[in-house]
């Protein structure tokens, strides 16, 4: 955009506002982290934690305005499994997947009133952590019908590669609330399992960060 004002002389640059951008940040594939087998005590430092570092730019803003998050892991039993994403800016992180199928009391791992879910996840059936998704990530391996020991949520007939976050007794997010930080920073994906037998690894995830570029607007006035 270029406007021209006679009379005073000067540029000016306005900053405006432009349409929305996606960028994608990758770790992996072949990351082969293995998930502590029931290490999970409601801390960070409990879970397997991998992070992504962001810098500014990268083809657009650095304000960010919608999230999502695409995880390629293995697992023999996601009833097991919570998933979390910390950003840079700190404070509480997004829960992703609480134990699907678990009612949970609290977030310490501890809760003993079942196993949960029994199905599992695999390397090449990634999933997609998206506000917008039909399904809660409690509801994974109970869509379109409850799944069995052995099937694969995303490869068995039906059954979605997308879901919401699901908090359980965590504290509540969805990752659009995360609209307005800065990208710029670490961005770590942990994943906890609560459960004593079955086992998995991450393989590798990719963040996806709908931003706002501020352009600047050239005008000149002569
Ligand atoms: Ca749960
Ligand atoms: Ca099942
Ligand atoms: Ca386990």
């Known amino acids: 955009m270029s406007i021209t004002v006679r009379g005073f002389g000067c540029l000016f640059l ?54 999502s998050v695409d995880i390629a892991m293995s697992h023999t039993f996601v009833g097991d499994l919570t998933i979390k994403l910390f950003s840079p800016a700190g404070g509480s992180p997004i829960t992703l997947v609480s134990r699907p199928g678990v009612v949970e009391t609290a977030d310490d791992g ?22 917008s998704a039909t399904d809660p990530s409690e509801q994974m391996g109970k869509v379109p019908s409850d799944l069995a020991t052995g099937d694969v949520i995303c490869a068995f007939a039906g059954s979605p590669c997308s879901y919401s976050p699901s908090p359980g ?29 079955d086992t998995g690894t991450l393989d590798g995830w990719t963040l996806t960060l709908g931003t706002t570029p501020v352009s600047l607007q050239h005008f000149s006035v002569d």
Do not use: H, R
């Open 169 to 197: 007794a965590a504290v509540p997010g969805t990752l659009n609330s995360l609209a307005g930080q800065s990208k710029v920073g670490t961005w770590q994906v942990c994943i906890g399992d609560s459960a004593a037998a």
């Open 14 to 67: 306005l900053a405006m506002p432009a349409a929305v951008s996606a960028q994608t940040y990758t770790a992996g594939p072949g990351l082969a982290l293995a998930i502590p087998d029931n290490g999970y005590n409601g801390s960070q430092g409990s879970m397997l934690c991998n992070a992504i570092a962001v810098p500014s730019g990268g083809g657009g803003g650095d304000t960010v305005s919608t999230v």
């Open 110 to 131: 501890n809760d003993t009133a079942g196993f949960g879910e029994n199905s599992n996840l695999a390397i090449a059936n990634p999933l997609t952590y998206v506000d």
